[in-house]
């Protein structure tokens, strides 16, 4: 039987990694409105909440490496359009 929690836990970070993978392409993520998204505030504001203390109790990654690493594939991400977030953090 699954834990709902974990569940949750585990959407959330799932998101906000689908969101800074979607603003670094220049896509809209979900829920934002194209014509309001400036796609540099929506990934530093994920930078934030990925090296804050509520995603360390959400999931055991490291959200400063997660950080470096969106940074350091930066340009393949943008350059690739997959379908899968995790793609990039198997390069």
Same mark, same amino acid.
């Given at each position: 039987? =699954?834990?709902? +929690?974990? @569940? $949750?836990? =585990?959407?959330?970070?799932? #998101?906000?990694?689908? !969101? %800074?993978? /979607?603003?670094? #392409?220049?896509?809209?993520? /979900?829920? +934002?409105?194209?014509?309001?998204? @400036?796609? *540099?505030?929506?990934? #530093?504001? @994920?930078? &934030?909440?990925? /090296? =804050?203390?509520?995603?360390?109790? $959400? %999931?055991?990654? !490291?959200?400063?490496? $997660?950080? *470096? %690493?969106? *940074? =350091?594939?930066?340009?393949?991400? &943008? #350059? @690739?359009?997959?379908? &899968?977030?995790?793609?990039? $953090?198997? *390069?």
């Amino acid at each position: 039987m =699954s834990n709902p +929690y974990k @569940n $949750l836990a =585990s959407a959330i970070v799932l #998101q906000a990694i689908d !969101d %800074t993978v /979607r603003a670094i #392409q220049g896509r809209c993520p /979900r829920g +934002y409105y194209e014509t309001k998204t @400036n796609h *540099e505030d929506i990934i #530093q504001e @994920n930078y &934030k909440f990925f /090296r =804050s203390t509520w995603f360390a109790c $959400l %999931t055991d990654i !490291d959200g400063k490496k $997660l950080v *470096e %690493t969106f *940074e =350091s594939k930066r340009e393949f991400i &943008k #350059q @690739n359009k997959f379908n &899968k977030i995790y793609k990039f $953090l198997e *390069e």
